[in-house]
């Protein structure tokens, strides 16, 4: 229901409703049409017959035997034309009396001449002479829809006449509606009381559903929009954190390049130093070679000295000096302290890297923390449109995420 309601456009759920509201209210209307000229109206005639079955009758009977043709005439007309009251000849096939007056318009008019009158459903009563005091028609309840014959006439009982009751016709629905809309339309009386109620409740209830269904919409409007908000905001997000790996994948590869050459550079430093301690040795052994005091002033003894000397200097390989003896070790010894500042400095650049990688992996988890809180944001209120989607859209996202997130040194 909601995926159709959001697929409408306003210009087609407008007009539906307001039709759908038209719709019920013709509806209400033809049900109250019916209920008041078909029921209360119809009930009304109905006990207005059956009393006039009881007194009629005989009160006609004296005023015909008193010769008081005026007072039969205002008798008929106290319907005052709601109903037609019609009185013909023992025979009724002429018409003598009947109902003058006219309520608003013309209903059973037409059926008061003598050829339509014996076509009534409602039956007719005698006058008589003597007058007859007892009924010979009646209703047995408001509700019932033919007059029960309940007397008979007495013997040698004279018929003076006939008295028919014509029901008046209700109007259509169509005119009555009519009525109701052109002529009067805040009038609380008859069936337009009823009309003016169906009205005001058929457009308040059109305005409710209009206003519910808007409210409806905007809702899953709103939810919509904060889904894909969360969708693209769970996206940024993942790209963020592919970024932070793919650096903290580089960082690592860095740190472990640079461990390397901080160890090959410290080795080298290492042999370096101890190469010049050696050739600092070996020139100091060249420097005793030299030595005139050594071996005495003989020539024999100088030659012996000079043998062992070579045999001596034969187990290094010595290589010519290019400066004099002293200004080569003074420039190594000046060269040996960069180097080893050289190589602290390569390592405390290893623990600065490390530190990096570390404070990158503490920045990994807690990527990790919000990626998982907004997941569950999403799987905690999952679109009413489409929930295969959303799990799906939720399975392969968290998917996404272990793999990404699984980034532990190998």
Known sequence: MDKILLSLKNRVIVPSILLGGICLWLVVCQAHYHSYWMGTIHRVQTTDFNLLHHTLPPTLA??????????????????????????TDPSGENVLYKTEKIY???????????????????PYDLITDPPQLEPLYAHASPRSTAA?????????????GRIYYLRSAPPTFFEDLTNF?????????????GY???????????CTVLLLVYLRRRGLELKQKE??????????????LESLSSELATQKARKVWLEREADQAYKRALGLKQSLERLKESLVGVEDNFDPAVGGGSVSGMQNQISQNNQKVSQFKIRPPVAPPGSILEEIESLLPSLNENAKNLRSQADVLQDYCSALEDRQSEMRRIVENAFNRAQVSPSPLNPSSHAATGAGAEGAVTEIIDMSPR
């Open 62 to 87: 004296q005023m015909i035997l008193s010769n008081r043709s005026d007072l039969i005439q205002r008798t008929l007309d106290c319907s005052f034309g709601l109903f037609g009251i019609v009185i």
């Open 104 to 122: 608003k318009r013309e209903s059973w008019q037409g059926r008061a001449a003598a050829e339509s009158l014996l076509k009534e459903g409602e």
């Open 148 to 160: 029960n014959k309940v007397g008979a006439l007495k013997p040698g009982t004279r018929v003076l």
């Open 181 to 193: 809309m052109f002529k009067g339309f805040f009038e609380l009386s008859g069936s337009k009381r």
């Open 196 to 206: 003016c109620y169906i009205t005001c409740f058929s457009f308040g209830f059109t």
């Open 227 to 240: 889904l894909e908000h969360m969708r693209r905001e769970l996206d940024i997000r993942k790209k963020a």
